[in-house]
């Protein structure tokens, strides 16, 4: 289909009968709450300052965490800094996750222990359950289909040297679908 006019129709249709789909141009794959917890995920790991993905990462599936349960932290200078030095048992667990996922993306000593980038995202949905999370959302088959889309997307990359260069091609990738 070329033009949108129908769209929605047709999204509601494919969920109803439990379809996967993908949405190519404009507000589909990259809008999808799976991929941009996967982008945050990556912005906050590439540089875990930039609140705006930490928070978002942090309040997905993929870590759970509440607005409740993270605004003692938010009061501080650093969110980051706060929450490392968090002794609630669940931070610690997402700080120490994110700590080793940077470090396995090289940004801890320069050199990525992954082979590839696509394997850090193995890691990941190995060590948050994030699939079994989004398995139990209103659309489970899409979002896992999503999510295996997002990581063939990143698999395409593997050649690249550092996660700061797959993400600016995550960026221009996002900016040429909302543009089309």
Do not use: C
């Amino acid at each position: 289909i070329q033009k949108r006019t129908h769209l929605q129709s047709f999204k509601r249709a494919f969920e109803r009968t439990d379809t996967p789909y993908t949405v190519v141009k404009g507000d589909g794959f990259f809008e999808t709450s799976e991929v941009r917890t996967m982008l945050n995920l990556f912005r906050a790991i590439n540089d875990p300052e930039d609140e705006i993905a930490l928070y978002g990462v942090l309040r997905s599936p993929m870590f759970g965490h509440s607005d409740d349960e993270l605004a003692p932290y938010a009061e501080q200078e650093s969110l980051w800094l706060a929450l490392q030095e968090s002794d609630e048992r669940s931070i610690e667990r997402s700080t120490t996750i994110l700590r080793r996922l940077r470090s396995e993306a090289g940004l801890a000593d320069g050199k990525p222990t992954v082979d590839d980038w696509s394997s850090l995202i193995d890691l990941v949905l190995n060590r948050t359950g994030f699939l079994a999370a989004i398995s139990a959302d209103e659309r489970p088959r899409q979002a896992v289909a999503n999510v295996d889309r997002f990581r063939e997307l990143v698999a395409s990359y593997d050649s690249l040297s550092s996660l700061q260069a797959v993400l600016k091609r995550l960026q221009a990738q996002e900016e040429q679908a909302n543009y089309n």
